[in-house]
């Protein structure tokens, strides 16, 4: 049986209509978002860009559960989600979205698997399934041989590619990413925009927030905010990552290395 209030079939995913956020800062009120409207189809890939301030994280807390609006309707998946409680909220958002962050924000003294484990840890899924999802996760982002490393024993990419494994173990349809190629090389920020590109072919739907155009270039829609306001929405046939992976120098060549 579908749950009250939700829609039959073609809902979609995201769905924000006048959304404001208001910080109460002393005497000033800081007016983050001014009334955002934003529909994202499943499946689809969408970066969101703009200048520092212009409302990109606010966005995409509100758009991730982690925080509500001071005014407007949100529905996700076709539920009304910006009244909720906090901890209906956090329900919600543990099933339907894996974040990524730009500093990885691992666990330093834990190893990649067990990073990869904790969102199961706190649904209580039981320590054996734990571990053979952890696995799994960790093998669709290439790190089979490196389930016992602690971060600082993974390079960058690496990291990341554990933190992107953390937000697929819970099997979210959805994955949200700030920055998540902030702290990468050029290379590496294609290797982990291949991956989130192979989770969009495999059908998850990805959001992710970019200053940089050429990351951007990866998604199928690019939404740009100033001001607290969408002033450019536009959708794109996607440049492919592997693609550009293949044509990038190879990490470690240096000018004049024998084939
Ligand atoms: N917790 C907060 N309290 C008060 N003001 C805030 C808070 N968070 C954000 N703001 C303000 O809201 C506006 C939008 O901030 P936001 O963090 O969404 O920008 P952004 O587009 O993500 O910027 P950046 O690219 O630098 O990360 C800014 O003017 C910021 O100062
Ligand atoms: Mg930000």
């Known amino acids: ?35 955002v409207d934003l529909t994202i189809e499943r499946g689809s890939s969408v970066a969101i860009m703009g200048t520092s301030g212009s409302g990109k994280s606010t966005m995409m807390n509100i ?5 509500q609006p001071t005014k407007g309707s949100y529905r996700l998946d076709g539920r009304d989600v910006a009244r909720l409680s906090r901890a209906q909220l956090a329900d919600v958002r543990g099933r ?10 691992l666990l330093s003294r834990t190893t990649a698997l067990e990073n990869v484990e904790m969102p199961l840890l706190y649904q209580g899924v039981p320590a054996r399934e734990r571990r053979r999802r952890a696995e799994r996760a960790l093998e669709q982002v290439g790190l089979v041989g490196r389930e016992d490393h602690h971060p600082n024993q993974l390079s960058g990419g690496q990291q990341q590619r554990v933190a992107i494994a953390r937000a697929l173990v819970g099997e979210a349809p959805i994955i949200m990413a700030d920055e998540p190629t902030g702290n990468l090389d050029t290379r590496t920020s294609y290797e982990v925009m291949a991956i ?25 829609r690019v939404v740009t905010l100033r001001d607290g306001l969408i002033i450019d929405d536009r959708r794109q046939a996607p440049i492919s990552a592997q693609a550009a992976l293949a044509a990038a120098p190879a990490a470690h060549a240096s000018a004049g290395a024998s084939p």
């Open 1 to 35: 049986m579908r749950e009250p209030g939700r829609p039959k079939g073609e809902a979609f995913l995201v769905e924000m209509r006048g959304i404001e956020r208001t910080y109460t800062m002393g005497d000033n009120l800081v007016r983050a978002l001014c009334g």
């Open 63 to 67: 758009m991730g559960c982690l925080d």
């Open 96 to 105: 339907m979205i894996g974040f990524v962050f730009q500093s990885f924000n």
């Open 196 to 220: 989130l590109q192979g989770l969009v072919g495999r059908g998850k739907t990805v959001i992710l927030v970019t200053h940089e155009a050429d990351i951007a270039a990866y998604a199928s």
